[in-house]
């Protein structure tokens, strides 16, 4: 069973950065697309960034701006979500997800979170 496992959420102030983990286990990483979403309160789920398999191939949501930056290490079976200039809005869980293939949507395996908090 592939498990997901995301790490370092915590509370910034405004301008700051701060950098997702998200561990993956009981599958072949590699094998793996990667994505990041957030979901804010009384919001729905949204896409934030996905990475293929070699790491090649990236996507993000316009609202990164050039702010966030994905990257994966498939040695450790790790993907990477950093986030600069970070503003209130950015406030969210944040989720990391795993799929065969490289898309924005719909994929099947899910962490549980990790609360990201931007104070203005």
């Known amino acids: 069973q592939v498990q997901l496992v995301e790490s370092g959420g915590g509370l910034v102030q405004a301008g700051g950065s701060l950098r997702l983990s998200c561990v993956v286990s009981?599958?072949?990483?590699?094998?793996?697309?990667m994505g990041w979403f957030r979901q804010a309160p009384e919001k729905e789920r949204e896409f934030v960034a996905a990475?293929?398999?070699?790491?090649?191939?990236?996507y993000y949501a316009d609202f990164v701006k050039g702010r966030f930056t994905i990257s994966r290490d498939n040695a450790k079976n790790t993907v990477y979500l950093q986030m600069n200039s970070l503003e209130p809005e950015d406030t969210a869980v944040y989720y990391c997800?795993?799929?065969?293939?490289?898309?924005?949507?719909?994929?099947?395996?899910w962490g549980q979170g990790t609360q990201v908090t931007i104070s203005s």
């Open positions: 990475i293929g398999r070699s790491g090649r191939n990236i």
């Open positions: 009981g599958g072949t990483f590699s094998t793996y697309a």
């Open positions: 997800a795993a799929k065969t293939v490289l898309v924005r949507t719909d994929y099947d395996y």
